[in-house]
């Protein structure tokens, strides 16, 4: 990565795009997510919109940075629905 550097360190320790794990019955899991609905009031077809999280983690101090690959979706999604 381009000269990453640690927000609360300044170290370059970075290791950037890491699956969030959730861990259940016989060590199976998913990605962690954000997720909107568009008809929050359905019963059934709520129109979920999803972005899975990923992790920006320093090797030096343990921050953690949390993000979505898709940010401009899920903000399209979010003022379609709170409009």
């Not at 990453?4 to 998913?30: A, T, W, Y």
């Not at 979920?48 to 903000?75: D, F």
Request: contains cysteine; proline residues 5%; charged residues 25%.
């Amino acid at each position: 990565m381009e000269n990453m550097k640690c927000p609360v360190c300044s170290s370059d320790k970075i290791m950037p795009n890491l699956r969030i794990r959730d861990r259940f019955d016989m060590h199976q899991g998913e990605d962690l997510e954000v997720v909107i609905a568009r008809n929050p009031n359905a019963i059934v077809f709520k129109g979920l919109h999803r972005e899975a999280l990923r992790a920006t983690v320093c090797g030096e101090c343990g921050n953690v940075g949390l993000s979505v690959e898709n940010p401009k979706g899920l903000w399209r999604t979010y003022t379609e629905v709170n409009s």
